[in-house]
């Protein structure tokens, strides 16, 4: 049982280019999110997913799309890197049963340098 | 909007010690309170989910506490071990909001040395 998977783990873009950073899940689990960690700053919420085909707005979405066409993966879009995207990205996931007290399993996160 | 801060941002005891780490937060119309545990170059491993109408969980050697209406939670980490320095998250479920979201702290970065 992997739990979450994110891939890739390291990655170096130039400003401008795009890419984008895949989160998946093997625990069946309704909720999904994107964060980026920056020091001093904490975990911000980018974007989320409570379903299969459905996706919605964080705290910092700007510069950034998601998809989730599949219940276990949620995609993470960079259409145009810029230097502030420099971050460390995590994925989490969370069930819906009992949503509001259950804990969020996270990925160990995509290291993303951008030039 | 929700604030949450931790203090200290980082800490250093010898092996052995009891310690406590601090969490506030700005709206006590919340959820849950989870500390989470942070390891270098990995991700965030739930420790401790405390809902608003619990005043504790414990863990093995580690007892967190809520106090909703002031705004406080403490982390209590009993006879602290070397394998226990990492860095301790707070985060905090609103009410408001789906999708259960939540808005963390900075962390509390600890060291147990030998």
């Known amino acids: 049982n992997a739990g979450v998977t994110q891939t890739p783990k390291f990655r170096v873009l130039k400003t401008g280019q795009s890419m984008t950073l895949l989160c998946a899940q093997d625990m069946n689990h309704e909720y999904m999110y994107w964060y980026r960690q920056d020091p001093g700053m904490g975990l911000r919420l980018i974007h989320y997913?409570?379903?299969?085909?459905?996706?919605a707005k964080g705290e910092v979405p700007d510069g950034y799309n998601v998809s989730r066409l599949k219940k276990q993966n949620f995609l993470l879009g960079l259409e145009s890197a810029a230097p502030s995207q420099t971050s460390v990205y995590f994925c989490a996931s969370s069930p819906l049963w009992g949503e509001a007290n259950q804990p969020q399993h996270f990925g160990d996160g995509t290291r993303l340098s951008i030039l | 909007k929700q604030e949450v801060t931790q203090i200290p941002a980082a800490l250093s005891v010898p092996e052995g010690e009891n310690l406590v780490l601090n969490c506030s937060f700005t709206d006590s119309a919340i959820y849950n309170l989870q500390w989470f545990r942070q390891d270098p170059g990995k991700g965030l491993t739930s420790l401790l989910l405390i809902q608003s109408s619990q005043r504790e969980q414990t863990s093995g050697r580690l007892n967190a506490s809520l106090d909703k209406s002031s705004g406080r939670s403490t982390l209590y980490i009993a006879a602290s071990q070397p394998g226990d320095s990492a860095t301790y998250l707070c985060?905090?479920?609103?009410?408001?909001?789906?999708?259960?979201?939540?808005?963390f702290g900075t962390g509390t970065q600890l060291k147990v040395e030998l």
């Open positions: 985060a905090v479920r609103g009410l408001t909001g789906g999708g259960n979201k939540l808005t």
């Open positions: 997913s409570v379903g299969e085909g459905t996706t």
